[in-house]
């Protein structure tokens, strides 16, 4: 099994800044791409950011120059830098990993999500 827990989350004025973190954990034998995607009420989930393996990343239009998404190969661990954030940055947002395990069972993973607000 393969477990993906995102954390950071929480309460910022606008222009504020937040990092979010996702850890995986469980049977890994090696990571391919990770994402970060966000779900606002009565929308449908987007895409925020992704991060293959080697490093190449890619943005919606709508964080592009505000989020930095980056990875600890090491550790397991995607991260989402968000800066100067926006009212329409509230989400929750869901990391997401390509995974194959030992026995190279690919599988696709998401995260619980954690809260954004952005508010004064």
């Known amino acids: 099994q393969v477990q993906l827990v995102e954390s950071g989350g929480g309460l910022v004025q606008p222009g504020g800044s937040l990092r979010l973190s996702c850890a995986a954990s469980?049977?890994?034998?090696?990571?391919?791409?990770m994402g970060w995607y966000r779900q606002a009420p009565e929308k449908q989930r987007e895409l925020v950011a992704t991060?293959?393996?080697?490093?190449?990343?890619n943005y919606a239009d709508s964080v592009k120059g505000r989020f930095t998404i980056s990875r600890d190969n090491a550790k397991n661990t995607v991260y989402l830098q968000m800066n100067s954030l926006k009212p329409e940055d509230t989400a929750v947002y869901y990391c997401?990993?390509?995974?194959?395990?030992?026995?190279?069972?690919?599988?696709?993973?998401w995260g619980q999500g954690t809260l954004v607000t952005v508010s004064s």
């Open positions: 991060i293959p393996s080697g490093g190449s990343t």
């Open positions: 997401n990993a390509d995974v194959l395990t030992p026995m190279l069972r690919r599988l696709e993973v």
């Open positions: 469980g049977s890994i034998f090696r990571i391919n791409a």
